[in-house]
């Protein structure tokens, strides 16, 4: 039997998704068009005001699909705003962006600069995305000399706190999900020490209170623990699941509502299992395990960075077929086998610049906004649900 070529497959199945996607939208703007009002019910027949633009709507499959960007060191508010419509329009609904303590507080405790932080948090909701804001990055006012800017003291805590609270209280209603540093059972996420559960659980506590104070309804995470091996003599690290039992030694169970997680996938495929001495997507089960040991499996779990990286220079790497194979598996793994699994951003998105590294490996459009394949087969599986 004479078969289509596989590169014209490929044309085909992306020109039905753009058709599928140009269809509906053009249905959702006749349904607004029908609906929208004509005339003002007064006697003088003016016109009404113009309404607020309602948020967009994503169009998915699988709700779980999500994606890390990293819009921190994006200053173009056009390209914060094409960004999150790219996300939208590849059917992911989660975001996770870093918002660092650093960057909206450089000067003092009692000043703050909004403004970028600002440019994501609208820019996200008028794509009706789901946004997971995370906090790190200690500034200098708030740190001894000569020390990096992920060191933050204990006598510190409540100025990192104070600052959690003041975003809650401004993004209130809009950004629910919070995330309490990042890694900290890495020492380069830790200031360069040692980490220590017991110390990271009181910095969370005051996050968690000031947090709800500001915002009942808001979702307190702790910070997305790096998936590593190092053992408690390391002075590199802790194991991740180590560390969260450390939080639960520490007393920290009532001070956080969800759990963050790193789930990256390395060269392995999503459906290889689970185990104590490695590394995989499947890692995120014992994480989840760790909750329901403590009481706490009705808990949910978020992935907030994870994926494949098909750098064809890395060791760790998986070719770019295997890289989106393994993504769009992921994904509906989180859909139809974890419940207890909210959302999964995978890392990252898109760059501002490139890195010229390996990182460059991770994203799924360039810089200059190319659609990379991965891009275009998740959208596919979004639109259809279903896997290649």
């Given amino acids: 039997m004479q078969r289509t070529p596989i590169h014209l497959r490929l044309l085909i199945q992306k020109s039905e998704v753009r058709i599928q996607t140009s269809v509906a939208a053009l249905a959702m703007l006749l349904i607004a068009l029908q609906l929208a009002p004509r005339w003002a019910g007064g006697p003088t027949g003016a016109a009404l005001p113009p309404a607020t633009p309602l948020p967009a709507v994503v169009a998915t499959h699988n709700p779980k699909i999500g994606v890390h960007t990293r819009l921190t060191d994006e200053a173009d508010p056009a390209k914060i705003r094409q960004t999150l419509r790219m996300v939208r329009a590849m059917g992911a609904p989660w975001v996770t962006e870093y918002f660092p303590w650093i960057y909206i507080q450089p000067t003092d405790a009692a000043h703050f600069d909004w403004s970028h932080a600002d440019l994501v948090v609208e820019a996200a909701a008028a794509e009706g995305l789901t946004l997971i804001a995370r906090f790190d990055g200690t500034p200098t006012w708030a740190r001894p000399t000569g020390s990096t800017w992920k060191y933050l003291a204990p006598d510190h805590y409540a100025d990192f706190a104070a600052f959690v609270g003041a975003f809650a209280t401004r993004y209130r209603g809009r950004v629910r999900y919070l995330t309490i540093w990042n890694e900290p059972n890495l020492s380069a996420e830790w200031g360069t020490r040692k980490p220590d559960p017991a110390t990271y659980t009181e910095l969370l506590r005051q996050a968690y209170r000031a947090a709800h104070a500001a915002d009942p309804a808001c979702i307190v995470l702790p910070g997305g623990l790096a998936p590593t091996l190092e053992p408690p003599?390391?002075?590199?690290?802790?194991?991740?699941?180590?560390?969260?039992?450390?939080?639960?030694?520490?007393?920290?169970?009532?001070?956080?509502?969800?759990?963050?997680i790193h789930a990256y996938g390395f060269t392995a495929p999503p459906a290889a299992p689970a185990a104590p001495d490695t590394l995989n997507f499947a890692r995120a089960e014992l994480l989840h395990a760790v909750l329901v040991r403590?009481?706490?499996?009705?808990?949910p779990v978020l992935i907030t960075e994870g994926g494949w990286n098909d750098n064809p220079r890395w060791a760790l790497a998986v070719k770019p077929y295997q890289r989106i194979a393994y993504t769009l598996a992921a994904y509906d793994k989180a859909q139809r086998d974890w419940p207890w699994c909210r959302a999964v951003t995978f890392w990252a998105f898109r760059y501002p610049q490139p890195a010229y590294t390996y990182f460059d490996g991770y994203t799924f459009v360039t810089p200059d906004f190319q659609p990379k394949p991965i891009y275009d087969e998740v959208q596919r599986y979004a639109v259809t649900g279903v896997l290649p």
Avoid at 238 to 253: S, V
Avoid at 294 to 299: E, L, Q, R, S, V
Wanted: no cysteine.
């Fill in 233 to 260: 003599s390391s002075a590199l690290g802790l194991r991740d699941t180590d560390f969260l039992e450390g939080i639960y030694a520490a007393g920290g169970q009532a001070s956080f509502d969800a759990l963050a």
């Fill in 294 to 299: 403590h009481g706490d499996g009705a808990k």
